[in-house]
């Protein structure tokens, strides 16, 4: 199964997995299944960093190549396809994060990690709980 983390997922599964919902922990400890970090993800974290919403231990850069390492996930760029799916959404949610990440879901095929149940309103899977 291709995954795609939710930036809650990312950070939760980096530094605190017991937050994780038990089917979500499970699917990313799953060999069988390939991770993916959107860049929309990193970017939302690097912004909260730089607003000083969110503090990491290490530099912001340090800490996402180690995130990417340790869980050996794949970086998934944004595509003009992705940025263009976005644009047909309906709006059900109004974050734009979250609508890249269905868009970027939808376009690749792919199963988002994430605790936000308005990800539902779309016909992007999602795994939790």
């Excluded at 944004?78 to 047909?88: K, L, T, V």
């Amino acid at each position: 199964m291709k995954l795609l983390l939710d930036t809650h997922a990312l950070l939760w599964a980096v530094d605190d997995p017991s937050k994780l919902g038990v089917s979500a922990a499970t699917a990313l400890q799953h060999r069988s299944n390939d991770l993916h970090i959107s860049a929309a993800v990193l970017w939302e974290i690097s912004i909260k960093v730089a607003i000083g919403k969110l503090r990491l231990g290490p530099s912001f850069d340090i800490w996402a190549n180690s995130a990417i390492a340790g869980l050996d996930a794949r970086l998934l760029p944004i595509s003009i396809e992705h940025a263009n799916r976005q644009i047909a959404l309906p709006w059900h949610h109004r974050d734009p994060f979250d609508r890249l990440l269905v868009a970027q879901g939808l376009s690749e095929g792919m199963t988002i990690v994430s605790k936000d149940p308005q990800f539902d309103a779309y016909a992007a899977p999602r795994i939790w709980n």
